[in-house]
């Protein structure tokens, strides 16, 4: 299948290419003790985070295959509470639930143009400043990825557990 610029971009982009971390490797290795504490001054943990972008990447998907998913009545209801203590089989599982998210995120973006295209409907008064085709949600859920990932990537390094090879280190 021949992709658009903008496909074979956001393709790029959800996995990570040319000056974006990938993200899987950015939430990847983390022992859960070290994903679920939080740094002075900062509101959200590494677990938290990925929590985060698994809420509305899953709300997204869902409203993409039209399941009119209820848009949370505040910013707080897409972040996992806060814990000092984390099980590592969760965070095992957020983890992977994260990897196949980014990757049904991917196997969309591959989609037909016309497909891409298909308006996503509005569940919320937001959704109407914008352009909501597949193709322009694609988007947005690839750049919250990629603003939050920037900041799980401060915080590895804050903590000292950032390896040279899962990103640019310049």
């Given at each position: 299948?021949?992709?658009?610029m903008s496909?074979?971009?956001l393709?790029?982009?959800?996995?990570g290419?040319?000056?974006?971390?990938n993200?899987?490797?950015?939430?990847?290795g983390?022992?859960?003790?070290l994903a679920?504490?939080?740094?002075?001054?900062y509101?959200h943990?590494?677990?938290q985070m990925v929590?985060?972008?698994?809420?509305?990447?899953?709300y997204?998907?869902r409203?993409?295959?039209q399941?009119d998913?209820?848009?949370p009545?505040?910013?707080a209801e897409s972040?996992?509470?806060?814990?000092?203590?984390?099980?590592e089989a969760e965070?095992?599982?957020?983890?992977?639930?994260?990897?196949?998210?980014?990757?049904?995120?991917?196997t969309?973006a591959?989609?037909?143009?016309?497909f891409l295209?298909?308006?996503?409907?509005?569940?919320?008064?937001?959704?109407?400043?914008?352009?909501?085709?597949?193709?322009?949600?694609?988007?947005?859920?690839?750049?919250?990825?990629s603003?939050?990932?920037?900041?799980?990537?401060l915080?590895?390094r804050?903590?000292?557990?950032w390896k040279?090879?899962?990103g640019?280190t310049w």
């Amino acid at each position: 299948m021949n992709r658009t610029m903008s496909q074979q971009t956001l393709i790029e982009l959800l996995y990570g290419k040319a000056a974006h971390a990938n993200p899987i490797t950015a939430v990847r290795g983390i022992p859960a003790q070290l994903a679920a504490r939080k740094l002075a001054g900062y509101p959200h943990s590494i677990f938290q985070m990925v929590g985060h972008m698994n809420f509305w990447m899953d709300y997204e998907l869902r409203r993409i295959r039209q399941e009119d998913p209820p848009y949370p009545g505040h910013a707080a209801e897409s972040w996992p509470p806060a814990s000092s203590t984390a099980n590592e089989a969760e965070w095992q599982q957020v983890v992977s639930r994260f990897a196949a998210l980014i990757e049904e995120l991917s196997t969309l973006a591959q989609s037909d143009p016309e497909f891409l295209s298909r308006e996503v409907k509005a569940t919320h008064a937001v959704h109407n400043q914008h352009s909501s085709s597949v193709l322009a949600v694609l988007w947005q859920t690839a750049v919250h990825n990629s603003y939050h990932i920037g900041q799980i990537v401060l915080l590895r390094r804050m903590l000292n557990h950032w390896k040279a090879e899962a990103g640019d280190t310049w």
